[in-house]
């Protein structure tokens, strides 16, 4: 089973930064999606960013566009999720997720996705 394993959340003040890191097992798929989602309290799970494996491309929900970059490091099978110009509405707990198969996301991040994270908090103080 693969497993998928968040960290480098924590408290940030507004307009600070946070780099989110998800380290995955090895995933036996050739190509995949993987993406971060998070949920706030009260509030459904929404698609952040994702990238997909096969032709690299890559889908930012419109909130978070110009402020955060997704990455990769395949050598590591790590993404990178790096959040800046935090605002006090990216409170959340923010999750990994994997979904095996080729895709070329450019209208959200499809799914469902069959693994995720424990996830990792994030917390924006303004």
């Known amino acids: 089973e693969v497993q998928l394993v968040e960290s480098g959340g924590g408290l940030v003040q507004a307009g600070g930064s946070l780099r989110l890191s998800c380290a995955a097992s090895?995933?036996?798929?050739?190509?995949?999606?993987i993406g971060w989602f998070r949920q706030a309290p009260g509030k459904e799970r929404e698609e952040v960013s994702c990238i997909s494996s096969s032709d690299g491309s890559t889908f930012y929900t419109d909130s978070v566009k110009g402020r955060f970059t997704l990455s990769a490091d395949n050598t590591k099978n790590t993404v990178y999720l790096q959040m800046n110009s935090l605002k006090p509405e990216d409170t959340a707990v923010y999750y990994c997720?994997?979904?095996?198969?080729?895709?070329?996301?450019?209208?959200?991040?499809?799914?469902?996705?069959?693994?995720w994270g424990q996830g990792t908090q994030v917390t924006v103080s303004s």
């Open positions: 997720a994997i979904l095996g198969g080729s895709y070329h996301l450019h209208l959200g991040c499809g799914g469902p996705y069959d693994y």
């Open positions: 090895e995933f036996t798929s050739d190509y995949y999606a």
